[in-house]
């Protein structure tokens, strides 16, 4: 959750670099306003956008996995600018994917199933995401409140809050489970091009280029005839375009059904419109009750009685298949009593207890909720592989200190997603004991307990992060030294709901999100951007826009404002010693300062260094740098 937060804040540090904020704010508001769009492809091959492109998939993990052309992105960082920007925009003219490279991952717990990849090549997916920047913003005034699935701002805590919502303050006790069968491999390629016109992309060109990119080859299958290849970038949009009519079907059904007389909503603290007074209007009449949370193809449908369940359940179906083509899996799909059973959603398991009675004396049921049975099974088997990976570290990869940090990264991450079921501490609670007698069978003496370490004063390194959530633990325990995290140390954090008033693509929205690049000279970062150096790559003049930032438009030895006639980005490694343009190795500094690490005027160098008013710490600065040239 709070990776998703970290990654939506520097999306739109990127968008502002190449400032291509206002372009997807203006695709927004006219998407919202109804009108329609013609001309989006010279939108796609802007230099801005495929740059951007470029900067947002660079230190994504999969743009390392090569494609079917043996290519990563460092294939990609090498080229100069103008010769990727070039490449995209000829592509575009004609476009013709390229095969996709086909993988299975291991679905679940079980070896035998597999969940099918598709990994298209890295110039194939920098297209895609120079189509997602476009897209992403029409789609996205279009989308329904009730969807959370790979959308921006939007997650998985936002979506379990909203069941919360429907089943303990709603009162909607029966739920339907409809599990959708493989969703991904059966969507029907014509009628997403269809919903896509429908939502107002009218570019017929832009239209073809999608085709092109649902029917590209799969290496050693053949050409697919529906189906979105899962491991694409623009899948995830593509997917929410698919079932976005489903979403609005639902709630034509009664949320969205208008009444005699309109009733104008209040606004929410969080910004969402509060519509109480018409829903009480409308369970006054014979209208059935419905109202549904979708995440991805993962979605649930709320009613107040059973025979609305059961009547829900078969028009879903039918409509499923008559307007999409898809089927559902009758083993997994189900009406529920949520008064009697669990019911599945990402990853818990939910359902109504008894707790007193309302004001009104009728009983009062709230929500109780697990980590559902797969995941439990599926958190044994990792635990078991990373207990034995701190034992036995990969020799040569991993040392004991990295295979520790390793194991508390895994448990920080079940128990900041986990912590939503009310009743974690009763799921986690029995792995606690396992891993404490697994820790002392495997390490004996060398494992510590957080009493032995503050009373013997030994040696320990704890960071702040796991410091402060786990510091006061008595279940906390060091190997040689190092914290090792307490799996069974968890409470229970209730979800919150989306704040409504945060959006990626309106300014408001924005600035509850982060600040702009305060104190930065926007103006002379967008001369960098539109000034690349010809002769240098891609990454180069991408990190140099970082740098102008990181360094607050200043030199990084004299402090000087940087200006377009006297900036200078240096290699602190020149390239003929080995050195690359990797963030790390490249400095923005004046000329006058970058002539001065390259004087070979060696005794005379602090003289000239105090002429530009250096002070004594710019002056190792500037001899740490001069090291560096001449090493």
Known sequence: MATEKARTKKKLRHAEYYDFQGIQDKLYADSEAGKVFKHLVELVAMPENIKLAYRNIKKNHGSQTPGTDGMTIKDLARLPEDVLVTTVQRKLEWYV???????????????????????????????????????EPICEAKFHDHSY??????????????????MQRSHLYYVVDIDIKGFFDHVNHGKLLRQLWTLGVRDKKLISIISAMLKAEVAGIGFPKEGTPQGGIISPLLSNVVLNELDWWLASQWEEIPTRFPYKG?????????????????????????????YADDFKIFTDSYQNAVKLFHATKQWLKERLSLDISPEKSKVINLKEEYSEFLGLKMKLTQRGKRG????????????????????????????????????GKRTQYQAICRYNSYIIGIHEYYSLATKVCDDLGPFALSVHKSLKARFRKKVKTATQVRKR?????????????????????????????PIGYIRHSPPKSMNRKINSYTEEGRTLIHKKLEGINMGMLHHLMRNPILTQSIEFNDNRLSLYSAQKGVCAVSGVELTPDNIYCHHKVPKQSGGGDNYQNLILVTLSVHRLIHDTDYVHIEDKARALNLNPKQIIKLQKLRKLAFC
Do not use: W
């Open 360 to 395: 009104n004396g009728e009983t009062r049921y709230v929500v109780v909720s697990h980590i559902r049975d797969k995941s439990i099974e599926k958190i044994k088997v990792n635990l078991k592989r990373q207990m034995y990976e701190l034992q036995h570290p990969v020799e």
């Open 149 to 166: 699935g790979f959308r921006p701002n939007r997650s998985q805590e936002h979506a379990v809050a909203q069941v919360h919502k429907n």
């Open 97 to 135: 994917p390229q095969s996709v490279r086909r993988v299975e991952i291991p679905k679940g717990n079980d070896p035998t199933k597999k969940r099918p990849l598709g990994i298209p090549t890295i110039t194939d997916r920098l297209i895609q995401q120079c189509l997602l920047q476009i897209l």
């Open 266 to 294: 209040t606004v929410n603290p969080n910004g969402s419109i509060s519509k109480s007074h018409k829903f009480d209007a409308l369970r006054r009449t014979n209208l059935k009750v419905v109202t549904a949370v979708r």
């Open 457 to 485: 004063n030994l040696p320990c390194d704890i960071p702040r992060y796991v410091a402060e959530k786990y510091g006061k633990s008595r279940q906390l325990r060091f190997i040689e030294g190092h914290a090792v995290v």
